[in-house]
């Protein structure tokens, strides 16, 4: 199975920052495999972004993905208030199983 | 945007079933679509359950398989999860969900199950 690690496993920053969280699999994964979510209190997780790199519907173009093999990021520029939230990653991997990372905390400074 | 409803009894009891349903608002439920469902104990990360295509074909999560039957019935825009021999384990938001391209794209705003006597 393999196993995502999220880095760091929270942060604090100011609106207006710029911030890249890390996702680091053990071992390599097909870049269509990996995507993004964003958690905020008391809500379903959001996808953010699949296939490493898409954006998903209405998301803003101030969140971006990249990364290959075994590692992964998911850069947010400018935060607003309403982006700090928990941020997960996750994998596709056959047979058929999602995994997913830790998370990461993203505390507003 | 289609709309998911996850609904069941918030409560079980300790070696009992747990049974959820989740209720799709339009026919996508008889499209080429991949459906999952997803826990989150509280306070804790993601954990996907398993899947089902709209012929019945069905994946599950190794560590549940055992325990786990995921199902859809297209004529009631439903699919339903049923998980065995509960503990207090198994207390968790249950999600259902339209995946998407090797992602989990659409999510119900959850139900809490609690495992408890």
């Known amino acids: 199975e393999i196993v995502l690690t999220q880095s760091p496993g929270a942060l604090s920053l100011s609106p207006g920052e710029e911030t890249t969280l890390s996702c680091r699999a053990s071992?390599?994964?097909?870049?269509?495999?990996v995507a993004w979510y964003q958690q905020k209190a008391g809500q379903a997780p959001r996808l953010l972004i699949y296939?490493?790199?898409n954006r998903a519907t209405g998301i803003p173009d101030r969140f971006s993905g990249s990364g290959s093999e075994t590692d992964f990021t998911l850069t947010i520029t400018r935060l607003e208030p309403e982006d700090f939230a928990v941020y997960y990653c996750?994998?596709?991997?056959?047979?058929?199983?999602?995994?997913f990372g830790q998370g990461t905390k993203l505390e507003i400074k | 945007q289609v709309q998911l409803q996850e609904s069941g009894p918030g409560l079980v009891e300790p070696s009992g079933t747990l049974s959820l349903t989740c209720a799709v608002s339009d026919g996508s439920i008889s499209s080429s679509n991949w459906w999952s469902w997803v826990r989150q104990p509280p306070g804790k990360g993601l954990e996907w359950i398993g899947q089902?295509?709209?012929?019945?074909?069905?994946d599950y999560n190794p560590s549940l398989k055992s325990r786990v039957t995921i199902s859809i019935d297209k004529s009631k825009l439903q699919f339903s999860l049923k998980l065995t021999s509960v503990t207090a384990a198994d207390t968790a938001v249950y999600y259902c969900?339209?995946?998407?391209?090797?992602?989990?794209?659409?999510w119900g705003q959850g139900t809490l199950v609690t495992v408890s006597s």
């Open positions: 071992q390599s994964v097909s870049s269509r495999y």
């Open positions: 296939g490493t790199s």
């Open positions: 089902i295509y709209h012929n019945g074909r069905t």
């Open positions: 996750q994998q596709f991997s056959s047979p058929p199983m999602y995994t």
């Open positions: 969900v339209l995946n998407g391209a090797f992602s989990l794209a659409s």
